[in-house]
């Protein structure tokens, strides 16, 4: 795919959000209330409007073939580039739905080990130094000193007896 | 003039506690580090961090996100010399001549330049910043809901007049923002708004924290995912000799490129104001002008020193700068001051010029942190050089998961909910999309912060009038204000007219 088309592409999606946006600020008035002023849906109506005005100017843009996007016939993303920023991109999608399962505390080492086994090629020592590290930090900084209790899944029972420690 | 001076004998009465104290330094030590690592700057320090702030009151907090954002400032000369890749976009300036310099093995001259002229410039701008912001903030006292707004939408169209990006791109980035921030409940009637998909998760709203980790945290990595694997990763890293005499002899030979500093610190101090300039262009502006008024214009570009000073001093000054329209009339200059901005709605304060009067503590605390960071950050920045440099060399790999990491949970910080890790995720992911598109992002940042504050300035505004958009034209302040605004909005429209009318004679 090239800059150019997906450039089209971009301006027709957000396009379609836009008027999404638009009728979804209609549930609430977007006329004068007497008395009241101007209605609830009224500040986001107008500005989906000058979303969708905007994504119409980026459209006759590119039909024109005025700007550099607009006229690129560069790859957007290189094969290779699609790769490695695919890799990272579907392990954080992993990473956050673990979360609900397995808890942050599962999840998190296997991020790590993902990431700087698979893809950095980094030594299993330093792999799994971190891998076990990172998380024993995180528990005491969030948990412990912040009192902000990370998701945990399936795993909550195991914490309790920290809690008991620590709180 | 001696109350102001009072105030800030206050203010570093604050800063002495030795909590504040610690975070200063912390702040410096963190901001010096992700400033130097290439591709993070400031904002996104300030943005992955935020979340961390809420152990500490909102003044220990501010102090330690301003000293972030001050070390950053130091910190991006740092791999503009060492690597040639600019630590943040702010730095991009001081490649032009630190890199030359570097490769003659004159590091360490160009590394004590930009500390020093950082150092100036940072403190030439914290004494304007503290002699022009109590008056700033006196007249802003009067200002109702109509110039509150109007303001606002300066603060916009600055971004449609001056910025270089796209017209259209920046209005688009401009108005979702706005109307992301709209998402939730109606603030005056109280209903449930723009529920998207009925998913209830948005009825709490989009936090603009959630927005701004997603751009600046997400999105940014997978961008330096991308650039990492196009460049290979490799980068040819610099040695710094650094040594006392040689320290010394460099300082001595500083002495003499004064005027640049001078120049880039005054220049960047009110680039940095404007809304949509900053300290990127407040840099890039400084080093023009220093190859104009320097004896020996050849030498730019081949290491020049004051190629290297004039940037470093502006986006020092800039970064104070941005600050001054964020304290006094709750206007941030700079996507960070935005940021900042947004924490300080979560910290219970009000932004705008009752701060001054009700918040006095705040305030001046953080305005004698600035001249506190300013020294920290100069001492720490000599003083390491060394271990920065070492701290170059680990890989990416090693950085990126454990950003990475510290996004996601600062995204679940906040609120608590799985909803908002995972809209920070898409965030982050259309980011990067759009990004490279040309997309502008920082006006949506800025937007998401402000929209809560313009949308009920709009209403109560039209209550007052009675539906008249009128009353944002004849009010002594509303009225410049808004026509200014007017102006810059239309700015690219009299450019291209001219242009045209130009081209046509010279035909």
């Known amino acids: 795919m090239t800059v150019r088309t997906a450039e089209l592409l971009m301006a027709i999606m957000m396009g379609a959000f836009s008027i999404y946006l638009m009728y979804k600020s209609t549930e609430l008035e977007i006329g004068w209330i007497e008395d009241e002023g101007p209605g609830g849906g009224a500040w986001p109506f107008w500005l989906s409007a000058v979303m969708l005005i905007s994504c119409l100017g980026i459209l006759y843009n590119w039909f024109r073939r005025k700007g550099p996007i607009a006229t690129s016939t560069r790859l957007y993303i290189e094969p290779h580039v699609l790769m490695d920023v695919t890799a990272v991109t579907v392990a954080l999608v992993v990473t956050v739905g673990l979360f609900s399962f397995i808890g942050i505390y599962g999840a998190l080492p296997l991020f790590l080990i993902f990431y700087l086994r698979f893809l950095g090629k980094h030594s299993w020592r330093l792999t799994t130094t971190l891998a076990i590290s990172i998380p024993v930090v995180i528990f005491f900084f969030f948990e412990i000193t912040l009192k902000i209790i990370l998701p945990k899944g399936i795993t909550e029972p195991l914490f309790l007896p920290l809690y008991k420690i620590f709180f | ?507």
């Open chain 2, 1 to 507: 003039m001696l109350e102001i001076l009072g105030l800030l004998g206050n203010g570093f009465l604050v800063v002495f506690e030795p909590q504040n104290m610690m975070l200063i330094i912390a702040g410096c030590a963190l901001g010096l580090f992700i400033g130097a690592m290439p591709g993070l700057g400031s904002v996104n320090g300030v943005a992955i961090l935020l979340p961390l702030t809420f152990l500490v009151p909102p003044t220990g907090a501010i102090i330690f996100l301003a000293a972030i954002y001050y070390g950053a400032m130091y910190g991006g000369a740092i791999s503009s010399i060492m690597l040639g890749i600019p630590g943040a976009s702010t730095a991009v300036a001081t490649t032009f001549d630190g890199r030359p310099l570097a490769k003659q093995g004159l590091a360490d001259k160009a590394l004590t330049a930009a500390a020093v002229a950082s150092f100036v410039g940072g403190t030439i701008s914290v004494v304007l910043f503290t002699f022009f912001a109590p008056p700033l903030a006196h007249v802003a006292l009067v200002f109702g809901a109509p110039e509150e707004f109007a303001l606002m939408m300066l603060a916009f169209a600055t971004f449609v007049g001056l910025g270089s990006d796209d017209l259209f791109k920046t209005l688009f980035s401009i108005s979702i923002g706005l109307v992301l921030s709209a998402v939730g409940f109606d603030i005056i009637s109280g209903e449930p708004r723009l529920v998207l998909w009925d998913i209830t998760g948005f009825l709490h709203g989009v936090n603009f924290l959630i927005l701004a980790i997603g751009v600046y945290g997400i999105g940014e990595m997978i961008w330096t995912v991308e650039e990492h694997s196009l460049g290979g990763g490799k980068s040819m890293l610099s040695d710094a000799n650094v040594t006392v005499k040689r320290t010394l002899s460099n300082l001595r030979e500083l002495a003499s490129k004064w005027k640049s500093i001078v120049m880039g610190s005054f220049l960047g101090y009110f680039v940095g104001i404007l809304p949509a300039a900053g300290a990127t262009p407040g840099s890039l502006m400084a080093y023009g002008i220093a190859k104009q008024i320097s004896s020996e214009p050849e030498k730019f570009g081949k290491g020049a020193v004051e190629g290297v000073c004039a940037p470093e001093a502006a986006n020092n000054a800039a970064s104070t700068g941005s600050m001054l329209p964020m304290l006094t009339l709750g206007i941030p200059g700079s996507p960070t001051t935005a940021i900042l901005l947004g924490g300080m709605v979560i910290w219970g304060l009000e932004p705008g010029p009752r701060l001054f009067i009700d918040h006095s503590d705040f305030v001046w605390g953080l305005i004698a942190s600035l001249y506190a960071a300013n020294i920290f950050a100069v001492l720490i920045n000599v003083a390491f050089i060394p271990v920065f440099i070492k701290i170059l060399k680990t890989p990416f790999t090693i950085l990126a998961p454990i950003i990475f990491i510290l996004c996601l949970i600062g995204g679940y910080a906040p609120t608590q909910s799985m909803h908002d890790v995972w809209l920070m995720v898409v965030f982050g992911i259309v980011a990067y999309l759009m990004r490279k598109l040309d997309y502008p992002l920082a006006p949506a940042v800025l937007a998401i912060v402000l929209g809560p504050l313009a949308e009920p300035a709009l209403r109560q505004s039209l209550i007052i009038s009675d539906g008249s958009f009128a009353i944002f034209f004849n009010r002594t302040y509303a009225g410049p204000i808004s026509v200014v605004a007017i102006l810059l909005l239309f700015l690219p429209l009299f450019k291209k007219i001219y242009d045209k009318f130009r081209k046509r004679q010279v035909v």
